[in-house]
């Protein structure tokens, strides 16, 4: 299965909404209303081009996001008040997401976000300068 551009490009769209708005509370289906695709046709974009499911990438997203401002120093409360969560929600939430805690000091196993790498990815096989 090919990917256009134009898939590319809505995909781009939706990934730096993403980015924008991870500390709001953010679903595939709000994403598909920004984006004016139904949520099953924008789901399906988005895994053809990024071979993950939306809803779990938004998902890793804000847990990454939280791991990186909680090792920034911020404190348990401020970092799950920032998602609009409870703390011990966000505890329970990345434990059964990585299997350990958001206080270990391992590397996170997870990569930084995916639009970086396929905007820079999609730049070269077009020719195109960022």
């Known amino acids: 299965m090919e990917v256009t551009?134009?898939?590319?490009?809505?995909?781009?769209?939706s990934l730096i909404h993403i980015e924008w708005h991870i500390d709001e509370r953010l679903d595939a289906q709000e994403l598909?209303?920004?984006?004016?695709?139904s949520p099953q046709r924008l789901s399906k974009m988005f895994y053809k081009v990024t071979r993950i499911r939306l809803s779990k990438y938004i998902r890793l997203r804000r847990l990454m996001e939280a791991k990186r401002r909680f090792?920034?120093?911020q404190s348990l409360h401020d970092v799950a008040k920032s998602f609009s969560i409870e703390p011990e929600t966000l505890i329970r939430s990345f434990r059964r997401e990585f299997g350990n805690s958001l206080f270990s000091l391992?590397?996170?196993p997870y990569p930084q976000p995916l639009g970086k790498d396929l905007i820079k990815k999609i730049m070269v096989t077009t020719n195109t300068e960022i």
Request: net charge negative; charged share 25%; no cysteine.
């Open 106 to 108: 391992e590397e996170f």
């Open 32 to 37: 598909s209303q920004v984006m004016h695709y």
């Open 71 to 73: 090792t920034t120093y």
């Open 5 to 13: 551009m134009t898939e590319q490009e809505i995909i781009i769209e």
